[in-house]
């Protein structure tokens, strides 16, 4: 089933007199459940890109379809309620709250779409347990290391049982085996839930970790990969 159309959109933002353009008219699709990397050097449209499909942005032109609805005919209201229900989110530095545990903070989204406290309960140990944090739930992010904070944060976008995951350079931050380690956690959710993953990275060693790239120049797409089997 297809979860993300992308139909010839274009981004510019214009500074004074001066206008630049971070996407050229992108065209794409994404299936459920696949586990996409967005590729390519810095300024190349990936984090805008994410953006548009997270809307939390909007083209200039062209249009963006999330689970067959069109975002472009959403008012802001209605594309708070598109985030809130069926996008998560994995930010480059973590995004926590810095006065929340690691339990509370992936409580957090749970509490704000009204789950009752024992499933909120049982959904925040599940996640906690299914990222290696169980041990760690109750410290704050400045008690918890880079790769931990960041295993946090998957557990909060997936809480509450998103449609789709956006990640934008998840392993930024982290060392080699911190980042191995956010990737296989990410991998094995994907391949567990079903929750459709995209990540973005400028990193080709994570590249292999995709079941499929669309690597994006010049605010364009120069190549599209047919999903792998992993």
């Given at each position: 089933m297809e979860l993300i159309k992308v139909e010839?959109?274009?981004?510019?933002?214009?500074?004074?007199n001066i206008e630049t353009l971070a996407l050229r008219g992108v065209s794409l699709s994404i299936q459920s459940g696949e586990f996409t990397a967005l590729v390519g050097p810095s300024g190349s449209g990936k984090t805008t890109l994410l953006q548009i499909l997270g809307c939390l942005d909007q083209p200039t032109s062209g249009k963006v379809w999330i689970n067959g609805?069109?975002?472009?005919?959403?008012?802001?209201?209605?594309?708070a309620d598109l985030r809130?229900?069926?996008?998560?989110?994995?930010?480059?530095?973590?995004?926590?709250?810095p006065t929340l545990t690691a339990y509370e903070n992936?409580?957090?989204?749970?509490?704000?779409?009204?789950?009752?406290?024992?499933?909120?309960?049982?959904?925040?140990t599940e996640l906690l347990e299914?990222?290696?944090m169980s041990e760690r739930a109750h410290h704050r992010p400045d008690q918890l290391s880079g790769g931990e904070q960041q295993r946090v944060a998957v557990a909060r976008a997936l809480a509450p049982r998103p449609l789709l995951?956006?990640?934008?350079?998840?392993?930024?931050?982290?060392?080699?085996?911190?980042?191995?380690?956010?990737?296989e956690i990410m991998q094995r959710l994907n391949q567990e839930t079903g929750v459709t993953f995209v990540f973005a990275t400028h990193d080709p060693r994570l590249f292999?970790?995709?079941?499929?790239?669309?690597?994006?120049?010049?605010?364009?797409?120069?190549?599209?990969?047919?999903?792998?089997?992993?």
């Open positions: 010839n959109v274009t981004r510019a933002y214009k500074t004074g609805k069109d975002v472009s005919r959403l008012n802001r209201n209605q594309r809130r229900g069926s996008i998560g989110f994995i930010f480059q530095f973590f995004a926590l709250i992936v409580e957090l989204p749970l509490l704000l779409n009204g789950m009752p406290s024992s499933e909120r309960r049982q959904r925040v299914a990222v290696g995951i956006l990640a934008d350079e998840p392993t930024a931050n982290l060392d080699t085996e911190n980042g191995k380690q956010v990737m292999g970790y995709a079941r499929r790239t669309i690597a994006l120049r010049d605010g364009k797409v120069a190549e599209n990969s047919h999903e792998r089997q992993s």
